[in-house]
Protein backbone atom coordinates (compact mmCIF):
# COMPACT_ATOMS: atom_id res chain seq x y z
CA UNK A 1 0.00 0.00 0.00
CA UNK A 2 1.59 3.69 -1.16
CA UNK A 3 0.09 6.48 0.99
CA UNK A 4 -0.42 9.90 -0.61
CA UNK A 5 2.57 11.42 1.53
CA UNK A 6 5.09 8.22 -0.46
CA UNK A 7 5.27 6.67 2.66
CA UNK A 8 5.02 2.65 2.50
CA UNK A 9 2.54 1.19 4.88
CA UNK A 10 4.51 -1.53 6.49
CA UNK A 11 1.80 -2.98 8.87
CA UNK A 12 2.16 -6.50 9.09
CA UNK A 13 -1.29 -7.53 7.16
CA UNK A 14 0.70 -6.07 4.12
CA UNK A 15 3.76 -7.42 4.32
CA UNK A 16 7.64 -5.77 4.39
CA UNK A 17 8.08 -4.39 0.73
CA UNK A 18 7.89 -5.38 -3.30
CA UNK A 19 10.03 -6.82 -5.59
CA UNK A 20 12.64 -5.04 -6.51
CA UNK A 21 11.51 -4.31 -10.39
CA UNK A 22 13.90 -1.51 -11.79
CA UNK A 23 16.85 -2.14 -13.93
CA UNK A 24 19.96 -3.97 -12.29
CA UNK A 25 22.32 -0.75 -10.79
CA UNK A 26 25.78 -1.11 -9.91
CA UNK A 27 28.52 0.33 -8.17
CA UNK A 28 32.14 -0.41 -6.64
CA UNK A 29 34.11 0.62 -3.73
CA UNK A 30 36.49 -0.78 -1.48
CA UNK A 31 36.11 -3.21 1.69
CA UNK A 32 36.58 -1.99 4.43
CA UNK A 33 38.56 -5.13 6.10
CA UNK A 34 40.36 -6.28 2.73
CA UNK A 35 41.49 -2.67 1.51
CA UNK A 36 40.15 -4.81 -1.91
CA UNK A 37 37.97 -3.14 -5.03
CA UNK A 38 34.80 -4.64 -5.03
CA UNK A 39 31.63 -4.72 -7.56
CA UNK A 40 28.26 -5.04 -6.78
CA UNK A 41 25.16 -5.64 -9.24
CA UNK A 42 21.73 -5.42 -7.67
CA UNK A 43 19.30 -6.98 -9.87
CA UNK A 44 15.57 -7.93 -9.05
CA UNK A 45 14.36 -11.33 -8.25
CA UNK A 46 11.01 -12.95 -7.86
CA UNK A 47 8.51 -12.41 -5.72
CA UNK A 48 8.97 -13.85 -2.17
CA UNK A 49 12.64 -15.13 -2.95
CA UNK A 50 14.41 -12.91 -0.22
CA UNK A 51 17.46 -10.97 -0.36
CA UNK A 52 20.10 -13.13 -1.97
CA UNK A 53 23.88 -12.72 -2.41
CA UNK A 54 25.62 -13.98 -5.36
CA UNK A 55 29.29 -14.74 -5.22
CA UNK A 56 30.71 -14.05 -9.02
CA UNK A 57 34.49 -14.71 -8.20
CA UNK A 58 33.76 -18.22 -7.02
CA UNK A 59 33.28 -21.56 -9.56
CA UNK A 60 29.70 -22.10 -10.19
CA UNK A 61 30.13 -25.74 -10.56
CA UNK A 62 32.37 -26.67 -7.75
CA UNK A 63 30.25 -25.20 -4.61
CA UNK A 64 26.76 -23.07 -4.63
CA UNK A 65 27.95 -19.48 -4.15
CA UNK A 66 24.31 -18.25 -3.39
CA UNK A 67 23.50 -16.78 0.80
CA UNK A 68 20.12 -15.87 1.37
CA UNK A 69 20.16 -13.05 4.03
CA UNK A 70 18.42 -14.56 6.52
CA UNK A 71 19.36 -14.64 10.49
CA UNK A 72 19.53 -18.43 9.90
CA UNK A 73 23.06 -17.75 7.79
CA UNK A 74 24.61 -15.49 9.70
CA UNK A 75 27.98 -17.03 11.07
CA UNK A 76 29.96 -14.38 12.79
CA UNK A 77 29.18 -10.74 13.85
CA UNK A 78 32.56 -9.35 14.82
CA UNK A 79 33.27 -6.23 13.85
CA UNK A 80 30.65 -7.09 10.83
CA UNK A 81 27.36 -9.26 9.97
CA UNK A 82 28.86 -12.26 7.99
CA UNK A 83 26.48 -14.56 6.14
CA UNK A 84 27.58 -18.06 4.98
CA UNK A 85 26.12 -20.83 3.06
CA UNK A 86 26.31 -24.62 3.67
CA UNK A 87 29.06 -24.68 1.69
CA UNK A 88 31.28 -21.95 3.48
CA UNK A 89 30.91 -19.58 1.10
CA UNK A 90 30.45 -16.12 2.86
CA UNK A 91 29.99 -12.19 2.35
CA UNK A 92 30.38 -9.58 4.84
CA UNK A 93 29.89 -6.36 6.26
CA UNK A 94 26.23 -6.74 4.97
CA UNK A 95 24.10 -4.50 7.53
CA UNK A 96 24.41 -0.63 5.68
CA UNK A 97 23.25 -2.99 2.09
CA UNK A 98 20.75 -4.69 4.34
CA UNK A 99 19.46 -1.48 5.88
CA UNK A 100 19.07 0.59 3.03
CA UNK A 101 17.26 -2.43 1.35
CA UNK A 102 14.96 -2.59 4.22
CA UNK A 103 13.98 1.25 4.61
CA UNK A 104 13.31 1.33 0.59
CA UNK A 105 10.91 -1.49 1.47
CA UNK A 106 13.00 -4.09 -0.85
CA UNK A 107 12.45 -7.41 0.36
CA UNK A 108 13.41 -9.21 -2.85
CA UNK A 109 16.45 -8.70 -4.53
CA UNK A 110 19.34 -10.80 -6.22
CA UNK A 111 22.94 -8.88 -5.33
CA UNK A 112 25.78 -10.28 -7.34
CA UNK A 113 29.59 -9.52 -5.75
CA UNK A 114 32.75 -10.56 -6.87
CA UNK A 115 34.61 -10.42 -3.21
CA UNK A 116 33.53 -11.94 -0.01
CA UNK A 117 32.51 -7.97 1.70
CA UNK A 118 30.50 -5.50 0.54
CA UNK A 119 32.40 -2.20 0.02
CA UNK A 120 31.86 0.51 2.96
CA UNK A 121 31.89 3.25 0.73
CA UNK A 122 31.08 6.01 2.80
CA UNK A 123 30.31 3.83 6.14
CA UNK A 124 26.01 4.48 6.36
CA UNK A 125 23.34 3.30 4.33
CA UNK A 126 22.95 6.88 2.34
CA UNK A 127 25.36 6.23 -0.57
CA UNK A 128 23.93 2.68 -1.10
CA UNK A 129 20.19 4.12 -1.56
CA UNK A 130 21.46 6.58 -3.98
CA UNK A 131 23.12 3.98 -6.05
CA UNK A 132 20.13 1.99 -5.99
CA UNK A 133 17.69 4.46 -6.81
CA UNK A 134 15.13 2.99 -5.35
CA UNK A 135 12.92 5.56 -3.88
CA UNK A 136 9.27 4.84 -2.14
CA UNK A 137 6.39 6.07 -4.42
CA UNK A 138 8.77 5.28 -7.41
CA UNK A 139 6.33 3.14 -9.15
CA UNK A 140 8.08 -0.57 -7.78
Do not use: W
Not at 32 to 61: A, C, M, Q, W, Y
Not at 73 to 98: A, F, P, R
Not at 121 to 136: M, Q
Amino acid sequence: FQAEDGIRDRSPSRGLGDVYKRQPKSFSGIGLHSGNLINVKLKPNKENSGIIFVRTDIDKKTKDCSIKATYKNVSDTSLCTTIENEYGVKVSTIEHLMCALFGLGVDNALIEIDNEEVPILDGSAKIFIEKTDVFPGDGR
